[in-house]
Every structure is written in structure tokens, then in C-alpha cells.
């Protein structure tokens, strides 16, 4: 028995939000209450520290089965309790593609075995995520994948998503779509614009995003099926998306804080630690990203946590590989630069990381905090400096275009299932520094 003592408590779930205490018996929050009188084996001092329900990121790649050089299922999941986060969820592009039960089992044996965030399979849509054959999308859920996607490698034959779209509905699951016309983006290592042209490399138009995420959202809406569309960049997605779910189109979006922060002027000196897909945009696409974050256009915040080794990311620009981690520094990120001046509130970073995720992806008794939920907790210091220092990960990949940035806020202990397991020895709330 765990109980958390006089911490401010924020769940919009539930309406939550005050000082109160918070009573963990076995894997459940047994109380949620103002001086709760109870004996636990174990107290947390959660004075000054503000506690939210487990934060959830339903995008990253732990690599496991196949690329274990870049990250395995262990220190992804310890990266991800490090930064905060209860729940990931694991894109499908291992090799093996996880595209049937066998594979998913391996992946929870895996995340198991580590003892550390608890790791949810998404499944390709398309057998090998070769975009020509469904997957068994009943079997898949049966066997414990929560959603369905084919990530970098999305589907281009509109029969095909319709189709997967009205199984995945029936199969109980979500199909989350990385939106990309790949003709039009095949040869593009940066995003189309003036600074693609000044530099001298082959740019992915915004186009390219567009066409896809209009081509899902017509498909969702003569349905009446949902879609999730992975990573949004650009400002004519997030228009499209406000002006589908007006209409009452269940469509939803994620963006990534990198796509957020940055832009496509930061690949002026060509480090590949700048280099993602879909790429950083313009100014412009970025502020639209927040607007869409401050306004409810966006859904949730994801890492798209995409591990590789030194070796890989020192490459030419042209030759390096798409992708950065992420788990490690987002929340400090998003508390920085969108909580702390005043962008969106405490209760809506509480939504966008845990509470919005949850929902789509059908996760009962997750990020909420109130009796008989499962105990999984994120504790917060507002006011914890913060240096990202890529040097001190414990993810395996160290490929970050944040390394030396400068924040406020962070998180400092991390509940699963009723166990304490960050700091990573048990102790009391961390201080970094």
C-alpha cells in the first residue's frame, strides 16, 4: 500500500483538480481524498509536486524484434518510465513486421519480462506492411494489439484503407495512418520551400501529407468509421481535420513536440539529429500545430520515438535515416514551452498525454484517478530544471535535436501498476538537474 500525500491532483477525467491525497493498494487507486487516514507500508511526500494520471504515448518504435542495435523493448520501456510515461504503444516496423499473434505475444512477453512501462503492440494493417493484403485484425486485438498501422510505409490503394477501415471498426480497433503520398515525397530528405531550394536537397511537399489525410477523411466520413492520423504537420492538415470533425467526421490527429518547436530553418547546418519524416515545415505549419493544440483541432501529443545508432545518424544528410527520440524529453518540452507561458493549461497537457489517448485507443481503467482505476501515476515538479543532456538517456539512441536545451518541468516519479519504478531505485521523488 502506497499512499501519496498532499499533492495537487489534475484529472479532467474526473474534474479533478486540488491537493488531496492519493491511496494506491495492490495495482488500483484504492482512494482519492483530502487527509486520508490509512497505515501504507510506503508514503510519498508529494508537497509542491503536482500528480496526473499516466501518461500515455501511443507512437514510438522500441525496434524489438529485428533492430535490437537501436533500441530493444527494455531500455525503450526505461526511457519511457524515465520520461514520465506509463503506457506506450509500439509501432509495428520490426522485422518481423508485427502483422500476427506470434509476433504481438513476443512483444508483450517482452515488455513483461523489462517490468517497466506497460507496452501495448500496434499491428500492421497489411500482411509484411506491404499494403496489399489485411491483416486479421480480430485475431490481432484477440491476441492484444490496440490499434492497426503500416507507419512509414502507409496505404496507398484507397480500396485497401477502406477496407481497413471498416475492419478495424468491426475488429474493435484503430487504424492510425502516417499520411503520405510517397510519389510525391519519393527522393525528399527535407521539407519543400525556400529552404530546401537555398540548400540544394529534394524536398517533401506539404502536398504530399494533404492529399493523404483528405483522402482519409473522405473515407472515414462515407463510412462512418474513425481514423487517426500519426504525426500532423502541416497547416492544410490541421484545417482539414478542425473542418471534418465540425461536420462530425471522427477523425482524430496527433502531433509530435519536434514538429511543434521546430522548423525547417533549423536544417541550415544539415545535422541529422534535424532529419525526421514526416519533415520539420515552415513557421508558419508550426504555429498552425499550436493553434490546433490550443484549440482541440489536435488530439494528443506523441513522441514518434524513432531510435538509431551514432553510426547510422553520422551518415550524409542524404544517406542518414528519417527519425529522433523523443521519450525523455517531451514532457519537459511541453511544460516548458506550451504550460509554463500559458498556451494550453495543466489540465490540457493532462488531456493531450494521457486522457485523449486513452479514449481512442479504448484503454479502460487507464488515466483516471479515482477509486478502482489501475494505479499507474505520473508525478510532476513544475519548477524542476531541466538540461536535455543526450549523454545521460537511457535509451539506447542518443539521435536528439534538443541535446543542450534549457527547460522547466519535468517528471520526477513514474507508478505502474501500483510499483514505483522511476526513479529507477525506488526512492523518493527525483531532482535533476
Same mark, same amino acid.
Given at each position: 500500500m502506497i499512499l501519496i500525500r498532499g499533492g495537487r491532483v489534475v484529472d479532467p477525467s474526473t474534474g479533478l483538480d486540488g491537493i488531496l491525497d492519493v491511496l494506491i493498494d495492490g495495482g488500483l487507486i484504492a482512494a482519492v481524498g483530502a487527509a486520508i487516514d490509512a497505515a501504507p507500508e510506503r508514503t510519498v511526500d508529494?508537497?509542491?509536486?503536482?500528480v496526473v494520471p499516466g501518461l500515455i504515448d501511443m507512437h514510438v518504435h522500441l525496434r524489438e524484434p529485428g533492430y535490437e542495435a537501436k533500441e530493444t523493448i527494455a531500455t525503450g520501456a526505461r526511457a519511457a518510465v524515465r520520461g514520465g510515461f506509463t503506457t506506450v504503444c509500439a509501432m509495428p516496423n520490426t522485422n518481423p513486421v508485427n502483422d500476427c499473434r506470434e509476433v504481438t505475444a513476443r512483444i508483450l512477453t517482452g515488455a513483461r519480462r523489462s517490468g517497466l512501462a506497460n507496452v501495448l503492440p500496434i499491428a500492421a494493417v497489411t500482411r509484411g506492411a506491404r499494403g496489399q493484403e489485411l491483416v486479421d485484425m480480430p485475431d490481432l486485438i484477440a491476441a492484444g494489439a490496440v490499434a492497426f498501422s503500416d507507419?512509414?510505409?502507409?496505404?496507398?490503394?484507397?480500396?485497401?484503407?477502406?477496407?481497413?477501415?471498416?475492419?478495424?471498426?468491426?475488429?474493435?480497433?484503430?487504424?492510425?495512418?502516417?499520411?503520405?503520398?510517397?510519389?510525391?515525397?519519393?527522393g525528399g530528405t527535407m521539407h519543400e520551400g525556400r529552404v530546401s531550394a537555398r540548400l540544394g536537397l529534394t524536398g517533401i511537399p506539404s502536398a504530399a501529407e494533404d492529399i493523404m489525410v483528405a483522402r482519409d477523411i473522405v473515407l472515414a466520413e462515407?463510412?462512418?468509421? &474513425?481514423?487517426? =492520423?500519426?504525426? +500532423?504537420?502541416?497547416?492544410?492538415?490541421?484545417?482539414? !481535420?478542425?473542418? *471534418? $470533425?465540425?461536420? /462530425?467526421?471522427?477523425?482524430?490527429?496527433?502531433?509530435?513536440?519536434?514538429?511543434?518547436?521546430?522548423?525547417?530553418?533549423?536544417l541550415e547546418t544539415r545535422d541529422t539529429d534535424f532529419k525526421m519524416n514526416p519533415p520539420l515545415r515552415s513557421p508558419s505549419d508550426a504555429a498552425a500545430l499550436v493553434e490546433g493544440l490550443r484549440t482541440g483541432v489536435v488530439d494528443a501529443i506523441a513522441t514518434d520515438h524513432a531510435p538509431h545508432t551514432e553510426e547510422e545518424k553520422n551518415r550524409e544528410f542524404t544517406e542518414a535515416p528519417f527519425g529522433i527520440v523523443g521519450l525523455e524529453t517531451a514532457v519537459s518540452l511541453v511544460l516548458d514551452r506550451f504550460v &509554463?507561458?500559458? =498556451?494550453?493549461? +495543466?489540465?490540457?497537457?493532462?488531456?493531450?498525454?494521457? !486522457?485523449?489517448? *486513452? $479514449?481512442?485507443? /479504448?484503454?479502460?481503467g487507464k488515466a483516471r484517478i479515482a477509486a478502482g482505476a489501475d494505479a499507474d501515476l505520473t508525478v510532476l515538479d513544475l519548477d524542476l530544471p531541466v538540461k536535455v543532456d543526450k549523454s545521460r538517456f537511457v535509451s539506447?539512441?542518443?539521435?536528439?535535436?534538443?541535446?543542450?536545451?534549457?527547460?522547466?518541468?519535468?517528471?520526477?516519479?513514474?507508478?505502474?501498476?501500483g510499483r514505483v519504478v522511476y526513479p529507477f531505485d525506488g526512492g523518493s521523488p527525483a531532482r535533476r538537474s
Amino acid at each position: 500500500m502506497i499512499l501519496i500525500r498532499g499533492g495537487r491532483v489534475v484529472d479532467p477525467s474526473t474534474g479533478l483538480d486540488g491537493i488531496l491525497d492519493v491511496l494506491i493498494d495492490g495495482g488500483l487507486i484504492a482512494a482519492v481524498g483530502a487527509a486520508i487516514d490509512a497505515a501504507p507500508e510506503r508514503t510519498v511526500d508529494a508537497r509542491g509536486l503536482v500528480v496526473v494520471p499516466g501518461l500515455i504515448d501511443m507512437h514510438v518504435h522500441l525496434r524489438e524484434p529485428g533492430y535490437e542495435a537501436k533500441e530493444t523493448i527494455a531500455t525503450g520501456a526505461r526511457a519511457a518510465v524515465r520520461g514520465g510515461f506509463t503506457t506506450v504503444c509500439a509501432m509495428p516496423n520490426t522485422n518481423p513486421v508485427n502483422d500476427c499473434r506470434e509476433v504481438t505475444a513476443r512483444i508483450l512477453t517482452g515488455a513483461r519480462r523489462s517490468g517497466l512501462a506497460n507496452v501495448l503492440p500496434i499491428a500492421a494493417v497489411t500482411r509484411g506492411a506491404r499494403g496489399q493484403e489485411l491483416v486479421d485484425m480480430p485475431d490481432l486485438i484477440a491476441a492484444g494489439a490496440v490499434a492497426f498501422s503500416d507507419d512509414g510505409r502507409p496505404v496507398t490503394d484507397s480500396r485497401i484503407m477502406r477496407r481497413a477501415l471498416a475492419g478495424a471498426a468491426a475488429a474493435g480497433g484503430l487504424v492510425i495512418d502516417h499520411c503520405e503520398d510517397r510519389a510525391l515525397a519519393e527522393g525528399g530528405t527535407m521539407h519543400e520551400g525556400r529552404v530546401s531550394a537555398r540548400l540544394g536537397l529534394t524536398g517533401i511537399p506539404s502536398a504530399a501529407e494533404d492529399i493523404m489525410v483528405a483522402r482519409d477523411i473522405v473515407l472515414a466520413e462515407a463510412l462512418g468509421t &474513425g481514423v487517426h =492520423i500519426a504525426h +500532423l504537420s502541416t497547416a492544410g492538415g490541421v484545417r482539414m !481535420v478542425g473542418e *471534418a $470533425r465540425g461536420r /462530425g467526421v471522427r477523425v482524430s490527429a496527433e502531433a509530435t513536440p519536434h514538429h511543434l518547436l521546430l522548423t525547417d530553418e533549423s536544417l541550415e547546418t544539415r545535422d541529422t539529429d534535424f532529419k525526421m519524416n514526416p519533415p520539420l515545415r515552415s513557421p508558419s505549419d508550426a504555429a498552425a500545430l499550436v493553434e490546433g493544440l490550443r484549440t482541440g483541432v489536435v488530439d494528443a501529443i506523441a513522441t514518434d520515438h524513432a531510435p538509431h545508432t551514432e553510426e547510422e545518424k553520422n551518415r550524409e544528410f542524404t544517406e542518414a535515416p528519417f527519425g529522433i527520440v523523443g521519450l525523455e524529453t517531451a514532457v519537459s518540452l511541453v511544460l516548458d514551452r506550451f504550460v &509554463g507561458p500559458g =498556451i494550453i493549461t +495543466l489540465a490540457r497537457f493532462v488531456e493531450l498525454l494521457s !486522457v485523449n489517448p *486513452a $479514449r481512442l485507443l /479504448g484503454l479502460s481503467g487507464k488515466a483516471r484517478i479515482a477509486a478502482g482505476a489501475d494505479a499507474d501515476l505520473t508525478v510532476l515538479d513544475l519548477d524542476l530544471p531541466v538540461k536535455v543532456d543526450k549523454s545521460r538517456f537511457v535509451s539506447k539512441a542518443r539521435n536528439t535535436p534538443f541535446d543542450g536545451w534549457k527547460l522547466k518541468g519535468g517528471p520526477v516519479m513514474t507508478i505502474v501498476g501500483g510499483r514505483v519504478v522511476y526513479p529507477f531505485d525506488g526512492g523518493s521523488p527525483a531532482r535533476r538537474s
